[in-house]
C-alpha cells in the first residue's frame, strides 16, 4: 500500500512540474513575441523635426536639382549617411562652419512653408543654451 501511494504521489507531482514547464515555455514564446516599441525616426534612417544637429556630423554639402543638401552621419541619433535637404541660410551656414572650424549645435526644425509632399526642408535652429 505504502508502494502505490508514492508511486501515485511521484506521478502526479511529474504531471503538476511537467504543466509548469510547460506553461513557462508557452509564456516566454509569447513574451519573446511582442512587437517592440516604435521608435520610426531611428529604425527609417530619416531625419525629424526638432532633431539635434552639430555641423560636425556634415560629411558633405552639395546642391542637387536646386536644392541646398548635405550628407549627414550621427551615430548616436541612428542616423548613417542620410541626405538631408536644407534651406539655402542653413546650408550656407554649414559652409561656414566647416570653413571656419566653429562648430554649429542646435536643431533642424521642418520648415512647413519650403516643403513639399515630394520633399522635406529643414531650417537650423540654434540651442538657446549657445547665446
Request: glycine share 4%; with cysteine; hydrophobic share 40%.
Amino acid at each position: 500500500m505504502k508502494m502505490k501511494a508514492s508511486t501515485i504521489f511521484c506521478a502526479l507531482l511529474a504531471i503538476v512540474v511537467g504543466a509548469q514547464l510547460i506553461f513557462a515555455h508557452i509564456e516566454n514564446k509569447v513574451t519573446l513575441n511582442k512587437p517592440e516599441t516604435e521608435e520610426t525616426y531611428l529604425e527609417e534612417n530619416e531625419p525629424v523635426s526638432g532633431m539635434f544637429f552639430s555641423s560636425e556630423y556634415v560629411l558633405e554639402e552639395y546642391e542637387r536639382d536646386d536644392a541646398y543638401c548635405i550628407r549627414y552621419d550621427d551615430a548616436d541619433a541612428n542616423l548613417f549617411d542620410v541626405e538631408i535637404v536644407v534651406d539655402s541660410a542653413t546650408y550656407q551656414s554649414v559652409i561656414d562652419s566647416i570653413k571656419s572650424g566653429k562648430e554649429m549645435v542646435g536643431a533642424l526644425v521642418l520648415n512647413d512653408s519650403l516643403s513639399g509632399h515630394w520633399q522635406q526642408v529643414f531650417t537650423f535652429v540654434q540651442n538657446s543654451e549657445n547665446f
